[in-house]
């Protein structure tokens, strides 16, 4: 009988020099060289790339890796030649005649790997050449882009489950740091994952000190003396651009080698702010949240924000960055109240009815296998803008998305109708990320201690206080409480309104309730009780 286990084991030595797998590998990398579906989720540094590639030397054909990220997929690649592996990137500058020998080299199995980013997916052409390489593992690396929940949403991830089929459905590994529940639940869906294994090794990082500084004013003054307390590296996020040129001028003339970052930018002023805070040139980069992927810094001594972010998930994903090393590090979060309601704008936004509807009308005019192209060109839409409403669109019932190709489906709704449709869906997103900044504003204002608020979010119990969060240190964090009573951490729920739930939190006089339609709520232990709106619900089999 085949022990696939210690084949993996076997690879991960010969291969990697890897003599010991940590938690979570090895289960992972034994079930896609199994040939099942695996969702992971693991912290930046805990060997997620060792995952995918181990699998992939056992399983025959090669391995499509999908990366958000040209810098983090050149150095993939060339982590992988280092040991004598053979690995490629694709991207939109890539000649003619490199493109050609890649594909060559992938189809006559002389190259294991081709990393590309989720819109060269988009190019009829590469989808060809891929499909006739017959990948045995399509790896998508930042898994969390592909879900509406996740803050780093790029349209051209929602694409990816219609990929997996036009390449003949390799085994799919999805890869995140970050993912609370109901992201991990629109990943598996939306790449359509059979049955997929999910490995969710932990989110939490001790050596991390957790804290927050509540502010009445401009907090720039408290931020320019904090970091100057601090050692350095570090990075200060705040939500708009015009922020981070105001801050980082700031601490330039208090003397810190500082640099301004956001997506305005032009992508070489980008690359030489991220090679020189990589390089050890700069000591704070002030940042919108477009700075983060890729920088895989061990050294990084603080993250601090500015102002509140928009979810736990955004927020816990950033303050990551930090002590990758393994070493103390620090998370401030400077928070006024009045900034919610910038970010209770930033998740205003809902597509208009009529938009949706000549969508929803141009496709249903079109012939059965229209492209996008041909759609952008009737609708006067970005590729970015037409692809969110075809998604929005689709989940309404009324059109059905390949790769390129858009089709109407028999007996859909008429294009009125299901725009209706989807702008609902679209109000019903905005409200559950409502909840998502209404847990946010919750960690910032809790006397309780904020490790055991934060691991909660994302369904992970902590026995104790940390010990190491400025509530803590304070002596506000109590006990946690007892699990005897009724509607524990994890029981399923269902609510005469909001419907089915789950509970992730339960304070003394407090639960919270991850509701599947309505997002994350908070509610009055006694008030359930009394009025009887939750009734618990017997565990899936």
Same mark, same amino acid.
């Given at each position: 009988m085949r022990d696939t286990a210690a084949e993996c084991e076997r690879m991960a030595r010969k291969a990697l020099g890897l003599t010991d797998l940590r938690p979570g590998q090895l289960r992972a990398m034994t079930a896609l060289a199994e040939g099942r579906d695996t969702l992971v989720v693991m912290p930046t540094g805990s060997g997620k790339s060792a995952i995918y590639q181990v699998p992939a030397l056992l399983l025959r054909g090669p391995s499509l890796v999908v990366s958000p990220l040209i810098a983090l997929q050149r150095d993939q690649v060339e982590a992988l030649r280092s040991r004598d592996e053979d690995a490629v990137s694709l991207d939109a500058g890539t000649r003619a005649g490199k493109r050609t020998a890649a594909f060559e080299a992938l189809r006559a199995g002389e190259t294991e790997f081709l990393f590309c980013a989720p819109e060269q997916l988009a190019r009829p052409d590469v989808l060809r050449e891929l499909a006739a390489a017959a990948p045995s593992l399509m790896v998508v690396d930042e898994a969390h882009c592909i879900s509406a929940w996740g803050h780093d949403f790029r349209p051209?991830? +929602?694409? +990816? #489950?219609?990929? !997996?089929? /036009?390449?003949?459905? *390799?085994?799919?590994a999805a890869l995140t740091a970050t993912a609370a529940p109901p992201v991990r639940a629109e990943i598996a869906e939306r790449l359509g994952m059979r049955r997929p294994v999910e490995i969710v090794q932990g989110f939490d990082r001790p050596n991390i000190w957790l804290g927050v500084r509540r502010m009445l004013d401009d907090p720039a003054p408290e931020i320019l003396a904090a970091v100057a307390a601090e050692p350095k590296p570090g990075i200060v996020y705040t939500a708009s651009r015009k922020q981070t040129g105001r801050l980082s001028g700031l601490l330039a003339e208090a003397g810190v080698r500082a640099a301004a970052y956001h997506a305005g930018l032009r992508r070489a002023e980008r690359d030489e702010v991220h090679g020189r805070f990589m390089g050890g040139d700069l000591d704070v980069v002030v940042a919108t949240n477009a700075f983060g992927m890729g920088v895989d810094k061990p050294d990084v001594r603080f993250v601090f924000h500015a102002e509140i972010p928009g979810s736990p998930d955004a927020y816990y994903q950033e303050i990551g960055r930090a002590g990758r090393d393994g070493e103390a590090a620090r998370a401030m979060l400077f928070y006024r109240p009045e900034d919610l309601a910038l970010q209770r704008y930033f998740t205003g936004g809902v597509p208009d009815l009529e938009t949706l509807a000549r969508v929803a009308e141009a496709v249903a005019a079109a012939c059965p296998g229209s492209d996008r192209k041909g759609l952008r060109e009737r609708t006067g839409l970005s590729p970015r803008r037409l692809t969110a409403l075809l998604d929005l669109l689709e989940r309404a019932g009324a059109v059905r998305l390949g790769t390129r190709l858009i089709d109407p489906v028999p007996g859909a709704p008429d294009p009125r109708t299901a725009a %209706?449709? !989807?702008? &609902?869906? /679209? &109000?019903?997103?905005?409200?559950? &990320?409502?909840?998502r900044l209404e847990m946010m504003r919750?960690?910032?204002?809790?006397?309780?201690?904020?490790?055991?608020? +934060?691991? %909660?979010?994302? #369904?992970?119990?902590? /026995?104790? @206080?940390? #010990?190491?969060?400025?509530?803590?240190? /304070? =002596?506000? @964090? =109590?006990?946690?409480? &007892?699990? !005897?009573?009724?509607? *524990?951490?994890? !029981?399923?729920?269902?609510?005469?309104?909001? #419907?089915?739930?789950?509970v992730i939190q339960r304070g003394e006089d407090r639960l919270t309730v991850l509701f599947e339609e309505a997002g994350y709520r908070e509610l009055q232990l006694d008030v359930v009780l009394e009025q009887r709106l939750l009734s618990e619900q017997a565990a899936p089999s």
């Open positions: 051209d991830y +929602l694409r +990816l #489950g219609s990929v !997996a089929e /036009a390449l003949g459905r *390799p085994v799919i %209706g449709l !989807a702008r &609902e869906l /679209a &109000e019903r997103r905005r409200d559950v &990320e409502r909840t919750r960690y910032a204002e809790t006397g309780d201690c904020r490790r055991r608020f +934060l691991l %909660g979010y994302f #369904g992970e119990e902590l /026995a104790d @206080a940390c #010990g190491n969060c400025d509530t803590c240190r /304070a =002596g506000t @964090a =109590g006990r946690p409480p &007892e699990e !005897a009573g009724p509607f *524990p951490v994890h !029981a399923r729920v269902e609510h005469r309104t909001w #419907g089915p739930g789950q």
